[in-house]
Protein backbone atom coordinates (compact mmCIF):
# COMPACT_ATOMS: atom_id res chain seq x y z
CA UNK A 1 0.00 0.00 0.00
CA UNK A 2 2.77 2.25 1.07
CA UNK A 3 4.47 1.71 -2.45
CA UNK A 4 0.97 2.48 -4.12
CA UNK A 5 0.96 5.60 -2.32
CA UNK A 6 4.36 6.63 -2.88
CA UNK A 7 3.79 5.89 -6.94
CA UNK A 8 0.95 7.80 -7.26
CA UNK A 9 2.61 10.79 -5.11
CA UNK A 10 5.14 10.98 -7.64
CA UNK A 11 2.99 11.07 -10.73
CA UNK A 12 1.44 13.87 -9.08
CA UNK A 13 4.11 15.37 -8.57
CA UNK A 14 5.72 15.01 -12.10
CA UNK A 15 2.37 16.11 -13.15
CA UNK A 16 2.43 19.33 -11.45
CA UNK A 17 6.33 20.32 -12.49
CA UNK A 18 5.21 19.39 -16.11
CA UNK A 19 2.18 21.68 -15.94
CA UNK A 20 4.68 24.88 -14.41
CA UNK A 21 7.56 23.81 -17.08
CA UNK A 22 4.59 24.40 -19.49
CA UNK A 23 3.19 27.45 -18.49
CA UNK A 24 6.76 28.86 -18.83
CA UNK A 25 8.11 27.37 -22.31
CA UNK A 26 4.49 28.00 -23.94
CA UNK A 27 3.93 24.48 -24.56
CA UNK A 28 0.54 22.79 -24.68
CA UNK A 29 -1.52 20.20 -22.62
CA UNK A 30 -3.94 17.83 -24.25
CA UNK A 31 -6.94 16.06 -23.08
CA UNK A 32 -8.24 12.58 -24.87
CA UNK A 33 -9.31 9.48 -24.66
CA UNK A 34 -7.98 6.29 -25.98
CA UNK A 35 -9.58 2.68 -26.71
CA UNK A 36 -8.26 -0.49 -28.47
CA UNK A 37 -7.91 -4.47 -28.75
CA UNK A 38 -5.36 -6.32 -25.93
CA UNK A 39 -3.67 -9.49 -26.94
CA UNK A 40 -2.97 -11.12 -22.98
CA UNK A 41 -1.21 -13.81 -21.39
CA UNK A 42 0.16 -14.73 -18.55
CA UNK A 43 4.29 -15.45 -18.12
CA UNK A 44 6.71 -16.33 -15.71
CA UNK A 45 8.63 -19.77 -14.52
CA UNK A 46 5.52 -21.18 -13.46
CA UNK A 47 3.65 -19.63 -16.78
CA UNK A 48 5.35 -21.91 -19.34
CA UNK A 49 3.64 -23.73 -21.93
CA UNK A 50 0.43 -24.13 -19.63
CA UNK A 51 -1.21 -20.70 -20.99
CA UNK A 52 -2.05 -18.82 -24.39
CA UNK A 53 -2.95 -16.01 -25.58
CA UNK A 54 -6.41 -14.34 -25.31
CA UNK A 55 -8.32 -10.94 -26.64
CA UNK A 56 -9.73 -8.24 -24.71
CA UNK A 57 -9.86 -4.61 -25.00
CA UNK A 58 -8.75 -1.10 -22.85
CA UNK A 59 -10.27 2.03 -22.99
CA UNK A 60 -9.43 5.43 -20.99
CA UNK A 61 -8.38 9.19 -20.77
CA UNK A 62 -5.14 10.57 -20.99
CA UNK A 63 -3.22 13.77 -20.05
CA UNK A 64 -0.62 15.12 -22.95
CA UNK A 65 1.50 17.53 -20.81
CA UNK A 66 4.29 19.20 -22.68
CA UNK A 67 7.60 19.15 -20.77
CA UNK A 68 9.51 20.32 -23.73
CA UNK A 69 9.57 20.37 -27.50
CA UNK A 70 10.49 16.69 -27.65
CA UNK A 71 9.41 15.20 -24.45
CA UNK A 72 5.82 14.93 -23.12
CA UNK A 73 4.36 13.29 -19.74
CA UNK A 74 1.56 11.82 -19.99
CA UNK A 75 -0.75 10.15 -16.95
CA UNK A 76 -3.74 7.85 -18.15
CA UNK A 77 -6.76 5.98 -16.76
CA UNK A 78 -7.52 3.12 -18.32
CA UNK A 79 -10.10 0.07 -17.74
CA UNK A 80 -7.83 -3.16 -19.16
CA UNK A 81 -9.15 -6.63 -19.44
CA UNK A 82 -6.05 -9.50 -18.80
CA UNK A 83 -6.08 -12.86 -18.70
CA UNK A 84 -5.09 -16.12 -20.36
CA UNK A 85 -6.45 -19.40 -21.58
CA UNK A 86 -5.05 -22.68 -20.18
CA UNK A 87 -3.42 -25.00 -23.70
CA UNK A 88 -4.70 -28.34 -22.49
CA UNK A 89 -8.32 -27.64 -21.31
CA UNK A 90 -10.82 -25.15 -21.80
CA UNK A 91 -10.63 -22.80 -19.04
CA UNK A 92 -10.53 -18.90 -19.22
CA UNK A 93 -8.93 -16.65 -16.25
CA UNK A 94 -10.69 -12.97 -17.04
CA UNK A 95 -8.95 -9.69 -15.07
CA UNK A 96 -9.95 -6.65 -14.62
CA UNK A 97 -8.18 -3.61 -13.82
CA UNK A 98 -8.27 -0.08 -12.97
CA UNK A 99 -4.35 0.59 -14.69
CA UNK A 100 -2.93 4.46 -14.08
CA UNK A 101 0.19 3.94 -16.95
CA UNK A 102 2.52 7.50 -16.01
CA UNK A 103 4.15 7.37 -19.57
CA UNK A 104 7.33 9.75 -20.74
CA UNK A 105 6.29 10.47 -24.67
CA UNK A 106 10.06 11.36 -26.82
CA UNK A 107 8.13 12.89 -29.88
CA UNK A 108 9.40 13.79 -33.12
CA UNK A 109 6.99 15.47 -35.64
CA UNK A 110 3.80 13.57 -33.94
CA UNK A 111 5.72 10.15 -34.25
CA UNK A 112 6.50 9.30 -30.53
CA UNK A 113 8.27 6.45 -28.04
CA UNK A 114 6.69 5.73 -24.53
CA UNK A 115 7.90 4.24 -21.97
CA UNK A 116 7.18 4.49 -17.93
CA UNK A 117 5.93 2.49 -14.79
CA UNK A 118 2.48 1.73 -14.43
CA UNK A 119 0.31 0.33 -11.61
CA UNK A 120 -2.84 -1.24 -11.77
CA UNK A 121 -5.71 -1.88 -9.21
CA UNK A 122 -7.31 -5.71 -9.61
CA UNK A 123 -10.86 -4.86 -10.06
CA UNK A 124 -12.42 -8.08 -10.71
CA UNK A 125 -10.76 -11.64 -11.26
CA UNK A 126 -13.01 -14.62 -13.07
CA UNK A 127 -12.34 -18.24 -13.69
CA UNK A 128 -14.54 -19.51 -17.10
CA UNK A 129 -14.95 -23.17 -17.95
CA UNK A 130 -17.69 -23.49 -19.93
CA UNK A 131 -21.11 -22.24 -18.97
CA UNK A 132 -19.75 -21.92 -15.08
CA UNK A 133 -17.85 -18.69 -13.89
CA UNK A 134 -16.24 -18.67 -10.59
CA UNK A 135 -14.92 -15.28 -8.45
CA UNK A 136 -11.03 -15.90 -7.83
CA UNK A 137 -10.41 -14.31 -4.59
CA UNK A 138 -6.53 -15.32 -4.18
CA UNK A 139 -5.10 -12.42 -6.27
CA UNK A 140 -3.02 -9.51 -5.53
CA UNK A 141 -4.68 -6.16 -5.10
CA UNK A 142 -1.91 -4.44 -6.59
CA UNK A 143 -0.10 -4.80 -9.88
CA UNK A 144 3.54 -3.15 -10.22
CA UNK A 145 4.50 -2.69 -14.09
CA UNK A 146 5.86 -0.78 -16.60
CA UNK A 147 4.76 -0.10 -20.49
CA UNK A 148 6.91 0.94 -23.64
CA UNK A 149 5.66 1.68 -26.99
CA UNK A 150 5.41 4.06 -29.90
CA UNK A 151 2.62 5.40 -32.46
CA UNK A 152 1.91 8.70 -34.14
CA UNK A 153 -0.35 11.26 -31.57
CA UNK A 154 -1.11 14.68 -32.84
CA UNK A 155 -1.77 17.60 -30.08
CA UNK A 156 -5.11 17.91 -31.49
CA UNK A 157 -7.48 14.79 -33.24
CA UNK A 158 -6.35 11.46 -34.23
CA UNK A 159 -3.32 9.11 -32.90
CA UNK A 160 -2.84 4.80 -33.10
CA UNK A 161 0.00 3.26 -30.74
CA UNK A 162 1.37 -0.07 -29.82
CA UNK A 163 2.38 -0.31 -26.13
CA UNK A 164 3.67 -3.20 -24.19
CA UNK A 165 2.50 -3.69 -20.91
CA UNK A 166 4.45 -5.87 -18.44
CA UNK A 167 4.91 -6.73 -14.46
CA UNK A 168 7.12 -6.35 -12.14
CA UNK A 169 4.72 -8.58 -9.93
CA UNK A 170 3.57 -12.23 -9.59
CA UNK A 171 -0.24 -11.37 -9.28
CA UNK A 172 -0.84 -14.87 -7.35
CA UNK A 173 -1.46 -14.20 -3.36
CA UNK A 174 1.85 -16.68 -1.68
CA UNK A 175 0.31 -19.49 0.06
CA UNK A 176 1.66 -20.68 3.69
CA UNK A 177 1.77 -24.06 4.42
CA UNK A 178 3.04 -24.88 7.78
CA UNK A 179 6.30 -23.42 7.90
CA UNK A 180 6.66 -23.63 3.99
CA UNK A 181 5.44 -20.24 1.81
CA UNK A 182 4.81 -20.92 -1.86
CA UNK A 183 4.89 -18.17 -4.56
CA UNK A 184 3.84 -18.79 -7.94
CA UNK A 185 5.61 -17.00 -10.06
CA UNK A 186 3.27 -15.65 -12.64
CA UNK A 187 2.63 -12.26 -14.19
CA UNK A 188 0.86 -10.35 -16.73
CA UNK A 189 1.45 -9.12 -20.16
CA UNK A 190 0.01 -7.66 -22.61
CA UNK A 191 0.24 -5.94 -26.11
CA UNK A 192 -2.09 -3.02 -26.72
CA UNK A 193 -3.23 -1.72 -29.88
CA UNK A 194 -5.05 1.47 -29.47
CA UNK A 195 -6.18 4.47 -31.44
CA UNK A 196 -6.91 8.36 -29.52
CA UNK A 197 -8.13 11.57 -29.27
CA UNK A 198 -6.53 14.61 -28.15
CA UNK A 199 -8.50 17.71 -27.53
CA UNK A 200 -6.55 20.87 -27.28
Known amino acids: MKKTIFLLALGLGLSTAAQAQYRGRGG ?9 ASLTDFVGADAKNVYENRFGFHAGVFANIGITKLVAFQPELLYSQKGAKTNAVDINYRLHYID ?12 FFELGPQVGFLAAAKLQSGNTTVD ?3 YKSVDFGYLAGLG ?4 HGLGVGLRYNGAFTNFPESVTLGNV ?15 TYSFN
Open 136 to 138: IKS
Open 28 to 36: NISLGIKAG
Open 152 to 155: YQLK
Open 100 to 111: VPLAFHLNTDGF
Open 181 to 195: TQQNRVRNSAFQLYA
